[in-house]
């Protein structure tokens, strides 16, 4: 469907969510409970398991994304400074 995916590693996401990637079950519920300012805990365990995903590709994802922008533009300024050289007869 050409949708981007990104995986995490669960320390990852513990440490997203908790400050600590050796974070608990009960921690992580804690955490999840807390940053969404939810009334009760998520149930079932697996719907906590996704909002924890969620935040941590919003916090990791999101850096992620911005890191390959930059990388990307700096490419194609480089690219585009090589190509003005050499049409001016430099060695770029």
Do not use: F, N
Request: with cysteine.
């Amino acid at each position: 469907a050409g949708l981007p995916v990104q995986t995490y590693t669960p320390s990852e996401v513990k440490a997203a969510v908790t400050g600590s990637g050796q974070a608990d079950k009960a921690q992580m519920m804690a955490m999840v409970t807390r940053l969404l300012r939810l009334d009760a805990p998520p149930r079932p365990a697996d719907a906590a398991d996704a909002l924890a995903l969620a935040i941590c590709h919003i916090w990791r994802g999101g850096t992620r994304a911005r890191l390959a922008a930059a990388a990307s533009a700096v490419r194609q300024r480089v690219a585009a400074q090589r190509s003005t050289a050499k049409r001016q007869g430099g060695t770029g």
